[in-house]
């Protein structure tokens, strides 16, 4: 069975400043792995993805995330944050192949202060 | 515009009143899910589904119903609500399976009192 652990229930930065954001996860094989944000009030956004190839890839709203295959993690960065980027940040995995389920982390709410 | 559509977005009842949360979706998706999202438990599956008539559990169904009779609509049934489902519901849509991009609706707040 898959699972995700996202070890930091809430995370505060200054604008400006770089963030990390930790993801690990457990799936015996090589997994699908994402980030959504979740604004106030919305759904769920994806950010970025990765299935395969480049451990390190691109998302939207300058947001990068790294697979580590060793360490079982995929950790989302950004290098400098706004004060927009204030939300909820889910990381999930999935199961190759025909997947019928995402499995999600609980969730690291991310407060931006000016 | 491509998008998943719920309603109704809030919602008040009363334990065992049946409900039902509608949800639609405009881009000929097979693949779609209901998800609960409660404080520190994150997003749970509920229902899933991965073509018309082809309907599973997921992590956490117990209490719910969905079915799947057009491509574009995948309802949520309570039959008879019950306080512990008190949460924000979320249906979700994909291209073909849960590993591809999902795109969320704007979710459904239910309270049972």
């Known amino acids: 069975a898959q699972s995700v652990t996202q070890p930091d229930i809430h995370i505060t930065v200054s604008e400006g400043a770089s963030l990390e954001l930790r993801c690990n996860y457990s799936?015996?094989?090589?997994?699908?792995l994402f980030w959504y944000v979740q604004s106030p009030g919305q759904g769920l956004q994806l950010l970025l993805k990765?299935?395969?190839?480049?451990?390190l890839v691109q998302g939207i709203k300058g947001f990068e995330a790294e697979f580590k295959r060793s360490q079982s993690s995929f950790n989302l960065r950004k290098p400098s944050v706004h004060w927009s980027d204030a939300a909820e940040y889910f990381c999930?995995?999935?199961?190759?192949?025909?997947?019928?389920?995402?499995?999600f982390g609980t969730g690291t709410r991310l407060q931006v202060t000016l | 515009e491509a998008q998943v559509t719920q309603n109704p977005r809030y919602l008040i009842t009363v334990t065992g009143k049946k409900l039902t949360v509608t949800c639609s979706q405009n881009?000929?998706?097979?693949?779609m899910s209901w998800y609960r999202q409660d404080p520190g438990l994150g997003l749970r599956q509920i229902y899933y589904?991965?073509?018309?008539?082809?309907?599973d559990k997921g992590d956490v169904p117990e209490g719910y119903k969905v079915s799947r009779k057009e491509k574009r609509n995948f309802p949520l049934i309570l039959e008879s609500p019950s306080p512990n489902q008190t949460s924000l519901y979320f249906c979700?849509?994909?291209?073909?399976?849960?590993?591809?991009?999902?795109?969320f609706g704007p979710g459904t707040r239910l309270t049972v009192t």
């Open positions: 979700a849509s994909s291209y073909r399976t849960a590993s591809y991009e999902q795109y």
């Open positions: 799936y015996g094989a090589t997994p699908y």
């Open positions: 990765y299935f395969s190839g480049d451990t």
């Open positions: 999930a995995v999935g199961a190759t192949g025909t997947a019928s389920k995402l499995t």
């Open positions: 881009m000929n998706h097979e693949y």
């Open positions: 589904s991965m073509n018309v008539e082809v309907t």
